[in-house]
């Protein structure tokens, strides 16, 4: 009886134990704080260039607006005040980009940097960090091809303004594109990429059209991996001569770049797509985040 007492008394007492520090283990962690990671860094260079889209400041304005529900903070140069002969861009060098997670470009023209700070630009996505190229960013330093391999190609023509087009979503499940379906009726300016390097022996191909700049490099699908372009049976391309039928109309994509990422958008011309499309404003916010690591997505090439 005695030992069948002590037994129960053992038990009594272990129970206990095991509930008080159940209950003090459940107080303490009612007590702490949930951790947040810290936003990520993203630096945003605007530049007007060869020419002035009037649609660079209300893009500054909305990507700094959102940023601090998408997890991140916005820097920006505010570079579309400024014309190209004013433009003073010494700030860029690798220090000064190492503390960022990413950089975002709307810009156009052969920006004045030198060989150094380019290298550093490009350096910055191939050591891991993110890219974000929107709208006319395939129109920048055509005279580093580097660049153009980074971002995935360089403007060549528009092929669409003012005018309604259906945009196939190559990819539905990645973050820029799994809101839009299999297909995005959009009305923004849309752009056709060189096919090719520019080559002596046909002067006239492979040339921007708007500026005559020599394009060093082509697109290719075996490089990036589609999520956007022109579906031109289901679009309207009456009036619109430089679009063919069957023709091969890319409009976004990314890439793995080195240990980086890399996210590209030829949408974002119009003043009021920053402010009154939720759709477009999801598209860039997927890539934004997709491109800073704050969510995943396939990046391998679909080919064609």
Known sequence: MKFALNLTFLGITSLSFLLFTNEEVDRSSSLREPQQEAPKKLLFLTHAGLYKHTSLQPAEEAVASWGPSAGYELTTLQGYLQDQQALDLSIITPDYLAQFDGLMMMTNGNLPLED???????????????????????????????????????????????????????????????????????????????????????????VDILFGNRIPLGFSRNRVRVLLSINTEATDISGLEEIELGGDYPQSWVQEFGEGRSFYTSLGHRDDIWSNDPVFRAHLLGGIRWALGLEDGDATPFGR
């Open 116 to 206: 150094s700070q380019k290298e550093a630009l490009v350096d910055f996505v191939r050591d891991g960090g993110g890219f974000v190229g929107v709208h006319n960013a395939s129109l920048t330093l055509y005279n580093y091809p580097e660049f153009g391999e980074m971002l995935g190609a360089y403007f060549r023509r528009t092929v669409s303004q003012n005018h309604i087009v259906v945009l196939a979503v190559e990819d539905p499940e990645h973050p820029a594109t799994k809101m839009l379906g299999t297909s995005w009726p959009v009305m923004d300016e849309f752009y056709q990429f060189g096919t090719s390097a520019w080559h002596e022996d046909q002067p006239q191909e492979n």
